[in-house]
DNA sequence: GATGAATGAGATTTCATTCAT
DNA sequence: GATGAATGAAATCTCATTCAT
């Protein structure tokens, strides 16, 4: 592995550890392996650390939720895909997980480029459910009436999960079920009529 | 207005602005009007300001959502009220919640005094939401089998409510409402059995 | 001496000894006997300090080369004052003037404040000049048609042999006579028709 | 043009424009468009970048100012060419210019090699100054007690026009103008007794 | 001849905290 | 109670130079 990979694997784990302000760049040159120098020879600056980890990590979650998605049969069997994928994948992957939800809360400005990275990855996973929706209403798997509202109300869900899931204040994959039956109960067409409200 | 309250409001305002790492006690007590020793003079440290902001912001959230909850009728009543508290909360004390939402990914390990009191406070949130779902069991408002999970559910809803609202990523009045229509249909006794997941 | 005065001494001895830019701030603070960090309490930045050298400076210079001009009787004098003037002062003040002339080369951009700084001193030495040549033209000792431009002459003449001073490149006491009989020959109305050219 | 020829190109622009120190290697060589070590290739070390443009320079504006000595037919029309000479080149060369008055307040120790050269430069042309002085001495279109002094003399007034010239104070080209007839004012002999002083 | 990855020494600056007054 | 000068540890980043290829 060489010298760049060296670097991003120790960021990724001490920054999902410790927070990006609390991660020292000599901290990941020694972790690493190599001289303090040359994290600025590979990278501009510390954030750029950061960026490529994003990007990389965008990437992954992004394809992976995209594959999973297309073996679904119908939307409401998609939803349900959404919510469990990101169970999954947060377990696999908690040190990526760990770093994006730490870094929200410190990107202020619009014009910061990670910011402007994550608000990508999150709009794109909003699509998604988006889709999942108007897929499930067309095959008759789902009943919404405000699909637009709908898909940034379970988005919120998801977050708020894989918060619960960082935080080890519960036990994740109960609360995932629970959420899965949850959606359905809310989207499943039926006795109650979900126009009503 | 005393020094020290000056203090706390101007760190109030600042840690919501750019975060507590990104705030330094010298702008701190430059914005309050006082000299940098009186920061510590009046706090242990750093952290001490902040432990008082989450101490005191804690207990006006949970009193005044408990206020509310007193002028509910029913379960699913108590449910709406505390999403919508909760929305109106965030609007009227964007700072606090900025805060929160801020330091949240700063606290790792459990021992740290400011995680366990805000792991205190979302607990006692949930046992909120706990109560009105058995309140809603009791009085038919609410069809619901897994109490504890459910309550988890919400309050992982809510949760990214709040987060999508920080963000500005969302029209959140609309989102909220959605959420609760969302509620509703999920835990509306009726038509459908919701036993049946 | 406070800790400040004993700063700016440090500083004004290395810059003129090795350059602002070979000159680092943890060098200045140890010779100062202060800790390194005491020195961005006293001033914003590195550049900040030699903003105050700079200040100072000129103004000593001025205040001294305007009460030297006062006691002179008729322009000629003046501008053999000046430049007399000039020589000694930059024997006594070998350090200041060195920074001076080290630092001309540096001032890139005209927004830069220590260019603004130095601009306006070259400008009010200048001032100087013309007013003895006009005071000269009036009071029949000088003979000079165009006072503009052979006050720019005069200046560029003395900081010349200002700069052979600081290179130790020449017997500057007797260079400064001969620049002064120079100037004699000049601008000495008499057989001469100095209008000619 | 060879990678070397590039290397200096660039370094003397970049060494103009934002001084000796200011300037990294890795700049010129990017720049020049070669890899960073091609730079240590073809010289020692970066000073040996500055060494060969300073000798190269040097070479040229002695070479072109014998040229335009060798053309005039009396001691004062000498001096008055050096003059122009001086002027003109600082304008068609003013990168090389720039980098000769960047470089000389660096200059502190009589060991170092670059400052001999620029002495040697120096003095040369100062000799130069001293032969036209004594060929009008003797051709009567000059009088001139002190030469060795009046060289001097001269050569600090060209310094400082040069230095005004960088500084872009002055309108240079009549500044040079009237140098030189303040020059011919004080060297013409004729109705004033240039013994005298 | 030429490259560019790697280095390590050092530079500037920030900042929470202390303490004498 | 309150101050603010002073500290020193640590952080980020720069950069000339080396060297294996």
């Known amino acids: 592995m060489g010298r760049k990979q060296a670097i991003i694997q120790s960021a990724t784990r001490l920054f999902a550890q410790k927070g990006f302000?609390?991660?020292?760049?000599?901290?990941?040159?020694?972790?690493?392996?190599v001289a303090h120098g040359t994290l600025f020879y590979h990278f501009k600056n510390?954030?750029?650390?950061?960026?490529?980890i994003f990007s990389m990590a965008g990437d992954v979650y992004l394809r992976n939720l995209k594959s999973v998605l297309a073996r679904q049969n119908n939307g409401m069997e998609g939803i349900e895909a959404i919510i469990r994928f990101n169970e999954n994948y947060s377990r696999?992957?908690?040190?990526?997980?760990?770093?994006?939800?730490?870094?929200?809360?410190?990107?202020?400005?619009?014009?910061d480029p990670e910011k402007m990275l994550l608000d990508s990855l999150k709009q794109q996973v909003i699509d998604l459910i988006r889709k999942s929706?108007?897929?499930?209403?067309?095959?008759?798997?789902?009943?919404?009436?405000?699909?637009?509202?709908?898909?940034?109300?379970?988005?919120?869900l998801?977050?708020?999960?894989?918060?619960?899931?960082?935080?080890e204040s519960a036990d994740t994959p109960a609360l995932t079920e629970e959420a899965i039956a949850f959606c359905r109960r809310a989207l499943t067409p039926g006795g109650q009529d979900c126009q009503r409200v």
Chains 1, 2, 3, 4 share one sequence.
């Open 21 to 33: 302000a609390e991660t020292s760049t000599a901290e990941i040159a020694e972790d690493a392996g």
């Open 46 to 52: 510390k954030r750029g650390i950061i960026h490529e």
């Open 92 to 111: 696999d992957h908690i040190q990526q997980i760990r770093i994006f939800q730490r870094f929200f809360p410190d990107l202020g400005n619009d014009a």
């Open 133 to 156: 929706l108007e897929t499930g209403a067309a095959d008759g798997s789902i009943a919404c009436a405000k699909i637009h509202e709908t898909a940034d109300v379970i988005h919120s």
């Open 158 to 167: 998801i977050f708020g999960i894989t918060h619960m899931n960082l935080m």
